[in-house]
């Protein structure tokens, strides 16, 4: 089956700065790729997703990257606020049901 | 729309005891999922249905069985709980055939079990 790496596991940045979180997937069928915020005890809510013919997605302050022939995305968020604090979750998506592989996670701190 | 809406937000057992999960959606979803989250990891995939009817495994369906009777609700059936068992329970829903995002998953707020 699938398998997502995610790092890092945790990742402290002051306001302002940018913070980038790298995934690799393993298989190589995976079409689908979405990025989650989770805050604590809250559900994960989808903050972008690219699609495998797409090389690259901006929404405003966040962007995702795709390198299929490495097999890696990556999650950039530019100009970091303390509300940008939460967990965020990368997956890979395959199969006819778009079943989800997650990553493990990212602890993301903002600093004021 | 409520979209999706997860019975009961909490819940204790003994080793042993029995319940049921329910998961309700009023999008008109095809797709529905179970997932596990322990502290540290990622979502694991419990079971999953393509419709009305179907279900299938994923990568943990140990201990778990799920039906689906109706499009709109998916139930998460533990039958003899075990401490293992013990963690935050996600039920999302996706893809209608009437338009929008094909692939986005929409998560219901999370059942909290312990197993004592």
């Known amino acids: 089956g699938e398998n997502v790496e995610q790092h890092p596991s945790t990742l402290s940045v002051q306001e302002g700065d940018s913070a980038v979180i790298k995934c690799t997937y393993s298989d190589s069928a995976s079409n689908y790729f979405p990025w989650y915020k989770q805050e604590l005890g809250k559900r994960p809510q989808l903050i972008i997703d690219i699609r495998s013919n797409v090389g690259e997605k901006k929404d405003q302050r966040i962007a995702v990257t795709l390198n299929k022939t490495a097999k890696h995305f990556s999650l950039h968020i530019t100009e970091t606020q303390p509300e940008d604090s939460a967990v965020y979750f990368c997956a890979a998506s395959m199969g006819s049901a778009r079943q989800l592989t997650f990553g493990s996670g990212t602890q993301l701190t903002v600093l004021p | 729309n409520a979209g999706v809406t997860q019975t009961p937000k909490f819940r204790v057992l003994k080793t042993g005891q029995s319940m049921t999960l329910l998961c309700a959606q009023d999008m008109n979803h095809e797709y529905m999922y179970w997932y596990r989250q322990d502290p540290g990891m990622g979502l694991r995939l419990i079971h999953y249905s393509v419709g009305e009817g179907t279900t299938a495994k994923g990568e943990v369906p140990d201990g778990y069985n799920v039906s689906r009777l109706k499009k709109q609700n998916f139930l998460l059936g533990l039958e003899s709980a075990a401490p293992s068992q013990t963690s935050v329970y996600f039920c999302?829903?996706?893809?209608?055939?009437?338009?929008?995002?094909?692939?986005?998953?929409?998560f219901g707020p999370g059942t909290r079990l312990t197993v004592t």
């Open positions: 999302a829903s996706s893809y209608s055939t009437s338009g929008g995002s094909n692939h986005e998953q929409y």
